[in-house]
Nanobody, 124 residues
Framework: VQLQACGGGLVQAGGSLTLSCAAS????????AAWFRQTPGKEREFVAS????????DYADSVKGRFTISRDNAKNTVHLQMNSLKPEDTAVYYC??????????????????WGQGTLVTVSS
């Protein structure tokens, strides 16, 4: 499986961005897709996850109500709609994909497949 992330950029606080992650290869229905983010000197942080089949989603408390994760199975693409962006959302965002469980989907160690990262910068 290969993942290609895009959509990052520079935005003012309060603005919006949508990240996309296109997946290629064999994807199984029990896979989870997730977004993580990382800033220099810090560990990678869970942002959101969604089942590849089904509608259940999960969000970090820091983004709940502002970010929305969705997927387009026909295009094998996962999106992260980010609204009301804050300077503290500035990070490199990574998409990830693998078979896991809800209890473990927040752990980056549970994912074998990763996109290359896309930088989101929110100015104050």
């Amino acid at each position: 499986v290969q993942l290609q992330a895009c959509g990052g950029g520079l935005v003012q606080a309060g603005g919006s961005l949508t990240l996309s992650c296109a997946a290629s290869g064999r994807i199984f229905s029990n896979y989870f897709a997730a977004w993580f983010r990382q800033t220099p000197g810090k560990e990678r942080e869970f942002v959101a996850s969604i089942m590849w089949s089904g509608t259940m989603t999960d969000y970090a408390d820091s983004v709940k109500g502002r970010f929305t994760i969705s997927r387009d199975n026909a295009k094998n693409t996962v999106h992260l709609q980010m609204n009301s962006l804050k300077p503290e959302d500035t990070a490199v965002y990574y998409c990830a994909l693998d078979s896991t469980t809800w209890a473990r989907a927040r752990s980056d160690r549970r994912y074998r497949f990763w996109g290359q990262g896309t930088l989101v910068t929110v100015s104050s």
